[in-house]
């Protein structure tokens, strides 16, 4: 099942000075379960295309399909709601509420939706204990390593129960040993429950770890490989 | 859970949150210490002028106003009198017999008016006998006392038993002068009276100008509290045919003082609030620029624009919901400190408050009420203060935050 497709999706910085082609004629399609690396030189388009799958950007032409619904013409009211209800984020900063402990950052994004307090607390409590850290759950952010504070984002991003999870650099800044903790979880989210990540990289370790690398230069698609 | 997001976001800087917040607590005590030194001057003023000059209610024959004199008297004047033992409101009543005229001492003479009143009366309503600061209240002096005020003592060069010479004209326009001595020297607290009355008794001037006992121009009524004032000058004006008026009415500066005092505080409390609203303005702008990129990233995971501005009108308002009360709890500190420690001493600039007829002392008054229309106007000048800034909030795209990350 295809969760997310792009169709000749463009997108054009300055189209009426000096246009610049950031991502130029994409077609592509993501299935449920993937988990794939988008990798290419800094520049490429790479981010560009993930916020456009994301619903923070707009694209120029084509088309972006997520879970069969077209996010084109959504106002930014129903992006937003479609973000929060569809889309899990992962930042290569992390960037949690610092003034929340890690189970608060969990549950931050379920009170978003709404969910009852009772599945709210089994969820973030499941979601602690699958990512390694519940003994962490009480601290701030400030009192978590980096590699601690990107499972707490994996976990806030999955707390929502997306379609897919969209992880920008998600170990740029993280040490080798956490980014092989970080990949393993991931990894076995991705094949146990079936979750689809999909990142943006430079990361070898990353890219090694990919069931699928789709390789942009200058916005244009050059190579998809499933593995 | 955003209500608790907003808590802990007033502590992150807690430097910064703890100036907005002293400066709403200053500037909420600012204006409760202002308002009650106005209450204090402008009721001391109001008071002093009610209790010692011209009473809670006058009665005069309707023709006085366009002429005063003894032209026209009031009609059945011991019906008047008898008005205390008729409406129980009524605390005391003096009946006045009031004439230009002239007083000459060796050194020099004045124009004055001549109080003529019986003192025991006079006393019960207006509280004389208690401003007397040198000499006494009509006992020593057996013959023709008078009582002058330590202004026209000093423009006279006269002291107590000196004599001054009274002249004022009878009915008949003739000219009837008649010898006095001074029997004390009084420091009203009404400019008015320090400034040109004096006192002798009602029998003294009725001889020296032919009038009976019982011919009076002025009653002055002085009730047990001003609550009752307009119900008792309505049952007055059921009983006589005299004019009966309020102090409201003889004096329109009682209604020009508490409408300048109100103006007045209603201007410091606007200034007051201005300046806290720029300072609460101030501060949510620099918070809120400082979380651009959290506030971006909230909105990208999905929480919606209303929640943002919710957010951050939540942050201002429980920032001026600490910091309000503490300033009104040192509001009120203060008045209770002044006011079982003798009052505010301005004796220093005593000269000038009597001038207008206002106190040494302040005793802070400020009605209970002040404090929580106090508390509402800030927490309004916080949410209007919190507008701008949640709609900067607001207006972050999400995608401008998440290129910064």
């Given at each position: 099942?295809?969760?997310?497709?792009?169709?000749?999706?463009?997108?054009?910085?300055n189209?009426?000075?000096?246009p610049?082609r950031?991502?130029?004629?994409?077609t592509?399609?993501v299935?449920?379960g993937e988990?794939?690396?988008?990798?290419?030189?800094?520049?490429?388009?790479?981010?560009t295309?993930?916020?456009?799958?994301?619903?923070l950007?707009?694209?120029s032409?084509?088309?972006v399909?997520?879970?069969g619904?077209?996010?084109?013409d959504?106002n930014?009211?129903?992006?937003?709601?479609f973000?929060?209800?569809?889309i899990?984020?992962?930042?290569q900063?992390?960037?949690?509420?610092p003034v929340?402990t890690?189970?608060e950052?969990?549950?931050?994004i379920?009170?978003?939706?709404?969910m009852d307090?009772?599945?709210?607390?089994e969820?973030?409590?499941?979601?602690?204990?699958?990512?390694g850290i519940?003994?962490?759950?009480?601290?701030?952010?400030?009192?978590?390593?980096g590699?601690?504070?990107?499972?707490?984002?994996?976990?806030?991003a999955?707390?929502?129960?997306p379609?897919?999870?969209?992880a920008?650099?998600?170990?740029?800044?993280l040490?080798?040993g956490?980014?092989e903790?970080?990949?393993?979880?991931?990894?076995?989210?991705?094949?146990e429950e079936?979750?689809?990540?999909?990142?943006s990289?430079?990361d070898?370790?990353?890219?090694?770890?990919a069931?699928r690398?789709?390789?942009l230069?200058?916005g244009?698609?050059?190579?998809?490989e499933?593995? | 859970?955003?209500?608790?997001?907003?808590?802990?976001?007033?502590?992150?800087?807690k430097?910064?949150?703890?100036?907005?917040?002293?400066a709403v607590?200053?500037?909420?005590?600012?204006?409760i210490?202002m308002?009650?030194?106005y209450?204090s001057?402008?009721?001391?003023i109001?008071r002093?002028?009610l209790?010692?000059?011209?009473?809670?209610i006058q009665?005069?024959?309707e023709?006085?106003?366009?002429?005063?004199?003894?032209?026209?008297q009031v009609?059945n004047?011991?019906?008047l009198l008898?008005?205390s033992?008729?409406?129980s409101d009524?605390?005391a009543t003096?009946?006045r017999?009031?004439?230009n005229?002239?007083?000459?001492s060796?050194?020099?003479?004045?124009?004055?008016q001549?109080y003529?009143i019986?003192?025991?009366?006079?006393?019960a309503?207006?509280?004389l006998?208690?401003?007397?600061i040198?000499?006494?209240?009509?006992?020593?002096?057996?013959?023709?006392p008078?009582?002058?005020s330590?202004?026209?003592?000093?423009?006279l060069?006269?002291?107590v038993?000196?004599?001054?010479v009274?002249t004022?004209?009878?009915?008949?326009?003739n000219?009837?002068?008649?010898?006095?001595?001074?029997?004390?020297?009084?420091?009203?607290?009404?400019?008015?009276?320090n400034?040109?009355?004096?006192y002798?008794r009602?029998?003294?001037?009725s001889k020296?100008?032919n009038?009976?006992?019982?011919?009076?121009n002025?009653f002055a009524y002085?009730?047990?509290d001003n609550?009752?004032?307009?119900?008792t000058?309505q049952?007055m004006?059921?009983?006589t045919?005299?004019?009966?008026r309020?102090?409201?009415e003889?004096?329109?500066e009682?209604d020009?003082?508490?409408?300048g005092?109100a103006i007045s505080?209603?201007?410091?409390?606007v200034?007051?609030m201005?300046a806290?609203?720029?300072g609460?303005?101030?501060?949510?702008l620099?918070?809120?620029?400082?979380?651009?990129k959290?506030?971006?990233m909230?909105r990208a995971i999905g929480?919606?624009?209303?929640?943002i501005?919710?957010?951050?009108?939540?942050e201002?308002f429980?920032?001026s919901l600490v910091?309000a009360?503490?300033g009104l709890m040192?509001?009120?500190?203060?008045n209770v400190?002044?006011?079982?420690n003798?009052?505010?001493?301005?004796?220093?600039?005593?000269?000038?408050?009597?001038?207008y007829?206002?106190?040494?002392?302040f005793y802070?008054q400020i009605?209970?009420?002040?404090?929580?229309?106090?508390m509402?106007v800030?927490?309004?000048?916080?949410?209007?203060?919190?507008?701008?800034?949640?709609i900067?909030?607001?207006?972050?795209?999400p995608?401008?935050?998440?290129?910064?990350?």
């Open positions: 099942m295809k969760v997310i497709e792009l169709k000749n999706l463009s997108k054009i910085y189209p009426e000075t000096i610049v950031a991502i130029n004629d994409v592509l399609s299935k449920e988990f794939t690396a988008i990798v290419g030189p800094s520049g490429c388009g790479k981010t295309l993930l916020n456009m799958i994301g619903g950007d707009i694209s032409e084509g088309s399909e997520v879970g619904v077209s996010i084109q959504m930014e009211s129903q992006l937003t709601a973000r929060l209800q569809h899990g984020f992962v930042f900063a992390y960037n949690l509420i929340f890690a189970k950052n969990i549950e931050f379920m009170v978003l939706q709404n307090a009772k599945t709210m607390q969820r973030s409590d499941d979601l602690l204990d699958r990512m519940k003994n962490q759950k009480n601290r701030r952010p400030s009192e978590l390593s590699g601690q504070q990107q499972r707490v984002a994996v976990a806030r999955l707390a929502a129960r379609k897919f999870v969209l920008d650099e998600p170990t740029a800044n040490d080798s956490s980014t903790d970080l990949l393993d979880i991931m990894a076995k989210l991705n094949k079936k979750i689809t990540f999909i990142f990289t430079h070898q370790r990353v890219i090694d770890r069931k690398v789709i390789t230069e200058d244009v698609i050059i190579s998809d499933h593995r | 859970m955003i209500l608790s997001l907003a808590w802990k976001n007033i502590w992150r800087s430097r910064r949150s703890f100036v907005v917040m002293s607590a200053i500037g909420v005590w600012s204006i210490f308002v009650s030194f209450n001057m402008t009721g001391a109001s002093n002028s209790q010692h000059d011209y009473s809670h009665i005069h024959h023709g006085y106003l366009s002429e005063p004199g003894l032209g026209f009609k004047p011991s019906r008898e008005f033992s008729q409406i009524i605390e003096t009946g017999l009031i004439v005229g002239m007083v000459a060796p050194k020099t003479n004045l124009g004055i001549v003529a019986d003192p025991a009366n006079e006393a309503v207006t509280d006998p208690s401003f007397i040198a000499g006494d209240y009509f006992i020593n002096i057996k013959r023709n008078i009582l002058l330590q202004k026209l003592a000093e423009k060069k006269v002291k038993r000196s004599k001054v009274i004022v004209q009878d009915l008949e326009a000219i009837r002068a008649g010898a006095f001595r001074v029997s004390g020297i009084f420091h009203s607290k009404s400019p008015r009276i400034n040109g009355v004096i002798l009602h029998e003294d001037l020296l100008i009038l009976p006992d019982t011919a009076f002025e002085l009730l047990k609550e009752s004032l307009i119900e000058k049952m004006e059921a009983k045919n005299n004019m009966v309020t102090y409201r003889i004096a329109p009682f020009m003082i508490e409408e005092s505080k209603q201007v410091i409390t200034i007051v201005l806290l609203l720029f609460i303005i101030n501060t949510m620099m918070a809120v620029l400082e979380r651009t959290e506030i971006g909230l929480m919606f624009k209303r929640k501005f919710l957010m951050i009108v939540l201002t429980m920032i910091s009360p503490v040192a509001g009120f500190l203060t400190y002044f006011e079982k003798g009052g505010m001493d301005l004796s220093q600039y005593a000269g000038a408050l009597e001038q007829g206002g106190d040494a002392i802070p009605a209970q009420s002040t404090y929580l229309l106090l509402l800030v927490m309004m000048t916080a949410l209007i203060g919190a507008i701008y800034p949640a900067k909030a607001v207006n972050l795209k995608l401008e935050a998440i290129r910064k990350l």
